[in-house]
């Protein structure tokens, strides 16, 4: 059995359990059954797109891409007809009023625990605003420009980490001046927040480049990539395929990654900003690069299937 193709299983496989246990365990805690709705939807059609992006690795942009537009597009459509906000402020101000949300355990499931399996790739496969950085940045791909070397810095830590305290402290401000007016304020406080967002990442995309928010500012990255360093999953080298050294997976990376460097090294990209996003295994002419787990347990699965 193909390396590729048992990777793609054992995410297909995993990925898909970990929202089903999540569907479960929350329409039990939250004693509403629309939870296994929503966590279920989003396990089978994520677990269902790492199987196909295995199968068909010269079409991983194009399926990663409607993946991530279902799954962004049912969970705004959710947000705006429940009421629920899923952003980072609004999960603050809920906890700082002792209420237990779904978008509180969706942070926990997505942000915390997930990326110890997967790193980031809730932000790859269902953040919205994610969603439409990836597609102006696909509009600009027609544009020069050098393979050489990453056409963006990376992430820089001080700024995010700098964001999040300001993004914690006036939360819970706002959260005990006002408890009311919080608790029926989410719809447009989801507009706002989102309109924010989705700004500043278009703005600042020419000079700054794709994913400029995920990159400098976004609290969610921030927490997920403390756990995503260490991540069972990783983009890899398939060492039976020679480099040719061209650069062109470091220059389609979002988030401004050395994957050429990982990749000379025959070694597993070990970044805490990587989304998972595929970008890099797309742009290799080689095919060289593909999502995997450690080594051991390809070994492992390739012996049984002998």
Not at 17 to 44: D, E, H, K, Q, R
Not at 102 to 125: D, H
């Amino acid at each position: 059995m193909k390396a590729r193709t048992v990777a793609a299983i054992c995410r297909c496989a995993i990925i898909t359990l970990f929202f089903l246990a999540t569907a479960v365990g929350t329409a039990l805690f939250m004693s509403n059954p629309w939870y296994i709705a929503l966590f279920a939807g989003i396990g089978c059609i994520a677990g269902a797109t790492e199987f196909f992006l295995g199968v068909f690795p010269e079409r991983v942009l194009l399926i990663r891409r409607i993946t991530h537009a279902a799954l962004a597009g049912g969970l705004v459509v959710l947000a705006l007809t429940l009421g629920i906000n899923f952003q980072f402020h609004q999960i603050i101000l809920d906890s700082a009023r002792g209420v237990v949300t779904g978008a509180a355990i969706q942070f926990v499931a997505a942000r915390l625990v997930l990326p110890w399996l997967f790193g980031n790739i809730f932000c790859s496969r269902a953040c919205w605003d994610g969603a439409i950085f990836d597609l102006a940045l696909a509009s600009r791909h027609g544009k020069e420009r050098s393979l050489a070397r990453p056409p963006h810095p990376g992430r820089r830590s001080p700024m995010a980490w700098l964001y999040l305290a300001f993004s914690l402290a006036a939360a819970t401000w706002v959260a005990s001046i006002s408890t009311t007016h919080i608790a029926h304020s989410a719809t447009w406080r989801f507009g706002l927040e989102n309109a924010f967002i989705v700004l500043f990442g278009l703005l600042v995309l020419p000079r700054f480049g794709g994913r400029s928010y995920c990159r400098h500012l976004c609290p969610f990255l921030t927490l997920s990539g403390l756990a995503a360093r260490f991540s069972l999953f990783k983009i890899a080298p398939d060492h039976t395929v020679e480099c040719d050294r061209c650069g062109a997976c470091s220059s389609a990376c979002p988030m401004g990654i050395d994957v050429l460097g990982a990749t000379i090294e025959g070694e597993r990209v070990n970044n805490r900003d990587c989304l998972l996003c595929e970008a890099c295994v797309a742009a290799c002419r080689k095919r060289r690069l593909r999502i995997s787990p450690p080594s051991l347990i390809l070994r492992a699965f390739a012996k049984k299937g002998n």
